[in-house]
């Protein structure tokens, strides 16, 4: 057979780590062994390292959470979730809160019909959330930082350090 001709950096794979840990051994398999698996926020899980293996090592993804970082877990919203769930909370019931404080403070600032509420959300910026920032964009949706992520070392780990691997 011939060899396969790699002329890109990387391959983005907007699946869950299921299909990753399928894929990404396969690509090893045929030897295309010099690219960067990119993803999504579906890899932000123990099972990406469980199912992809050594074949993940060096791969990038974002979230707007990661579960291990002191900053979140030394949060007001984390420590009053845990102590009333007695479970660490997760991305959905962090939005969920946020979305609760907004439309709070939405309320208790007397806007009382849902223009005057849709026009408030369109305004946000600045807003503290429970993983940083909340702000209104261009296109009216709410945004939060997102974070990027990367497999180094068998584990993931916050902004790492090669984005791609060398050729």
């Known amino acids: 057979l011939l060899k396969p001709i790699v002329d890109f950096d990387a391959i983005f794979i907007p699946d869950s780590t299921r299909a990753l840990g399928q894929i990404a051994p396969m ?6 062994n010099k690219v960067t698996l990119i993803g999504t ?4 899980t123990s099972s990406l390292i469980k199912r992809g293996q050594k074949f993940v090592e060096g ?3 974002v979230d707007s959470l990661l579960p291990e970082d ?13 102590k009333t769930f007695g479970t660490p909370p997760g991305v959905f019931e962090s939005q969920g809160y946020d979305a609760g404080l907004v439309l709070r403070q939405i309320v208790t600032s007397g806007v009382r019909s849902r223009i005057g509420v849709k026009e408030q959300l369109n305004e946000i910026t600045g807003f503290p959330g429970s993983l940083g920032t909340i702000k209104t ?15 180094m070392d068998g584990a993931i780990v916050k902004n790492p350090d090669s984005v791609f691997k060398e050729n």
Do not use: C, Q
Not at 70 to 80: L, T
Not at 137 to 150: A, D, H, Q, S, Y
């Open 70 to 82: 002191a900053k979140f877990k030394n949060s007001h919203f984390y420590r009053e979730y845990l």
């Open 27 to 32: 690509l090893a398999y045929h030897d295309i």
């Open 59 to 61: 791969s990038v993804f």
């Open 137 to 151: 964009n261009m296109r009216r949706e709410l945004t939060r930082p997102l974070v990027k992520l990367g497999v």
């Open 41 to 44: 926020n579906l890899w932000n």
